[in-house]
């Protein structure tokens, strides 16, 4: 089928894989291209393919928020990247129709990589109406029936035996072998999962759309559990995400019932998979490869003292031992503050703040003695211990969430209390960004509660 160029002006049309794959491909050579002579020839700034993969992030997000230079560039952008969008949008609807798919999963267009993951399955998938309908079942489908026979539990059963140890292979990919905790390992690994665990599910005969979702789900929890299991990761941090895993693996589970539940698909289930199965592997690999700079994370915590600020900065600068926590949060492997000590005074002493996991090494940078302590940070310890059966510590406990500066900003109120504002800079190279952002940014704040509140119990029992 020739690629007709009026179907871009019309939402009632269908378009057959071969023109939808070369029309995508070409269209994202011209982008790049255009992307990157205005990014480096206009605006002197690199740019890479993985500035797609990582679309949205904070700066896409707060774009009328940001200085007149950022401003700028990423309105610039955004403007470059309109027809493309609409292209992009107007073409995925075609496809669906073409192959006989929801016309609402075109919304999984925004969603990186994710979009992806779809762009390369409607790729694959057949046009409806050149489906050659088939005498009977293929043989791997002969077999599936033999081995499940009419049950829900042996199809789900079997489904699971397959996916799981797929699902902890690609972390074992993602996270240990290329150590990219992106949007690769977070987002496509479980919408794969949700989508091939239904696929094989349904793989000779269609099942209901709550069976779908159940297997996905269990799919789901039985590879965190085997990853709990081979020490490959902490209860704490499978429990962070498990959110935004089990919400994506859902989303998968829909494409896979969409798609076992079309009769004319069923031939193509095995080379669905497999190319999920490919694909995702090499997104990996290119996301390790490219990864981009994080973006500096600022998160501040008031409260407000009664005492004078003189007597606050000397609690400041360092504290005595805080009494092991009784609170449940850092009872879960959290890294908690203990001391703080001072070797100097000014500007260039060295101060230690010391959690329970090891010692912050922070050279001063501003000592305006009562008001700012600015410090940069060189050294730290790991941000928790993990909760598992074994002694583990996976990758991402090192170098993924980085404390880069931080202060204590001490303002005078007319009553003759303290304004004590503690203020952490930090960068977390898990993506995507917005969603890990809500965890460490929450985790700053109560380690910054604990010292805070430390510094005024001493300053008012004073």
Not at 370 to 383: G, I, Y
Not at 412 to 420: E, K, M, S
Request: hydrophobic share 50%; with cysteine; aromatic share 12%.
């Amino acid at each position: 089928m020739r690629f007709d160029p009026s179907l871009l002006w019309t939402w009632h049309r269908a378009i057959d894989r071969v023109p939808y794959l070369v029309t995508g491909v070409v269209l994202f050579a011209i982008k790049y291209a255009i992307d990157g002579i205005v990014a480096n020839w206009v605006f002197h700034r690199d740019w890479s393919p993985m500035n797609y993969l990582v679309w949205p992030n904070d700066r896409t997000v707060t774009v009328f928020r940001l200085g007149d230079p950022e401003r700028e560039f990423a309105l610039t952008m955004l403007r470059i990247s309109l027809p493309f969008i609409w292209t992009g949008v107007i073409l995925t609807l075609h496809r669906l129709r073409a192959a006989g798919l929801p016309l609402s999963l075109v919304v999984l267009f925004f969603v990186p990589v994710v979009n992806l993951l779809l762009f390369a399955v409607l790729s694959v998938l057949p046009t409806r109406e050149l489906t050659v309908v088939r005498a009977g079942p293929a043989p791997l489908e002969r077999a599936h029936r033999r081995l499940t026979g009419d049950s829900y539990w042996r199809s789900g059963l079997l489904s699971i035996l397959i996916t799981v140890p797929l699902c902890v292979l690609g972390i074992v990919l993602g996270a240990n072998l290329l150590e990219s905790y992106g949007f690769s390992l977070f987002v496509g690994l479980p919408f794969a999962l949700g989508m091939i665990s239904v696929i094989l599910f349904g793989f000779s005969r269609p099942k209901p759309l709550g069976w779908c979702l159940l297997v996905a789900a269990c799919a789901t929890f039985f590879s965190g559990l085997v990853v709990v299991l081979v020490a490959l990761e902490g209860i704490i941090c499978l429990i962070m995400a498990a959110p935004i895993a089990m919400g994506l693996a859902l989303v998968g589970a829909l494409i896979g019932y969409a798609i076992q539940a079309r009769p004319w698909l069923n031939s193509w289930m095995v080379q669905v998979s497999l190319t999920m199965i490919l694909t995702l592997p090499a997104l990996m690999a290119a996301e390790s490869a490219n990864e981009p700079q994080p973006e500096l994370r600022e998160v501040c915590t008031v409260v407000e003292v009664d005492a004078p600020p003189e007597v606050v900065w000397q609690y400041v600068i360092e504290f005595p031992p805080l009494p092991e926590p009784d609170d449940w949060f850092f009872q879960t492997g959290v890294a908690y503050p203990q001391r703080a000590e001072i070797n100097g005074r000014g500007a260039g002493a060295m101060r230690y703040c010391v959690f329970s996991t090891g010692a912050f090494v922070e050279p001063i940078e501003v000592w305006d003695a009562p008001h700012l302590l600015r410090f940069d940070v060189t050294e730290q310890p790991a941000p928790m211990r993990e909760w598992s059966p074994y002694a583990i510590h996976p990758p991402h406990l090192d170098h993924y969430l980085n404390s880069r500066r931080g202060q204590f900003k001490l303002e005078r109120l007319p009553d003759g209390r303290t304004r004590l504002e503690g203020t952490t800079w930090y960068t977390n190279r898990m993506w995507p960004q917005r969603y890990w952002g809500l965890w460490s940014d929450y985790i700053i704040h109560r380690i910054h509660g604990r010292v805070l509140e430390h510094v005024k119990q001493l300053s008012e029992t004073k």
